[in-house]
């Protein structure tokens, strides 16, 4: 029965409704990357914010809550197409996003 239904779809609505099914589909997947780098990227400043606050007060330096930072950062840039440039480390760079790619 399910093999039927998906038969009906593609012989009858996918033809007038694929070109449109394709870019939703596209507009759906970079929302869903863009939020996920946003929220990446909100993670790894307050992370980044977190290790230079406790630099300035003097206490233990967490490596790995800067290492985690770091990468949330790069996760961020690399799915927004964001670059960012710390202390001369630039994370990110213009062709590593998807966008233009004509599915949004």
């Known amino acids: 029965m399910v093999l039927f239904g ?3 779809f593609v012989l009858v609505f996918f033809p007038f409704y694929g070109l449109t099914l394709r870019f939703h589909i596209g507009y759906v997947l970079k929302k ?3 939020t996920i780098g946003r929220y990446s990227l ?3 400043t307050f992370l980044i914010i977190l290790c230079l606050i406790s630099v300035f007060l003097e ?3 967490r490596l790995r809550w ?3 930072a770091i990468v949330l950062l790069w996760v961020g ?3 927004t197409g964001i670059i960012i440039d710390i202390w001369g480390f630039i994370i990110g760079t213009p062709e590593n996003t998807g966008g233009g790619s004509g599915y949004y």
Do not use: E, H, N, Q
């Open 59 to 61: 206490r233990k330096i």
């Open 77 to 79: 840039s690399w799915t």
């Open 32 to 34: 869903l990357f863009d």
């Open 6 to 8: 998906i038969a009906i």
């Open 66 to 68: 800067f290492i985690v």
């Open 42 to 44: 909100i993670g790894g």
